[in-house]
């Protein structure tokens, strides 16, 4: 009888043990899932950085949309909040 006590006992030991084992592997797969989405983020944020630069606009207007600066007459739009 014992010695079923005992078998039993190890058996829902190394269950933990094994249940443990597969979440600690979750946990990682996860963690590099995250580290790999940051990684995209800085990336896409660098990005925006580049193409929302005033001057590559400015370019683009200029070069491909056949656009003029005037400064005499510059409008600044604000966000207002209502």
């Known amino acids: ?4 006590f005992v078998v039993i ?10 249940q443990i084992s597969e979440y600690n ?3 990682q797969n996860l963690e590099k899932s995250i ?10 944020q660098l990005k925006i ?7 590559r606009i ?3 207007a200029q070069e491909e949309l056949g656009m003029a600066l005037n400064e005499e ?3 600044i739009l ?4 209502n």
Do not use: C, H, R, W
Request: aromatic share 6%; glycine share 4%; charged share 20%.
């Open 1 to 4: 009888m014992t010695v079923l």
């Open 9 to 18: 006992l190890a058996g829902f030991i190394i269950s933990g043990y094994a």
């Open 25 to 27: 592997y979750s946990i």
């Open 35 to 44: 580290a790999k989405t940051n990684e995209e983020n800085d990336t896409l």
């Open 49 to 55: 950085a580049e193409l929302s630069a005033p001057e």
């Open 58 to 60: 400015i370019k683009i």
């Open 73 to 75: 007459q510059v409008i």
């Open 78 to 81: 604000s966000k207002t909040l």
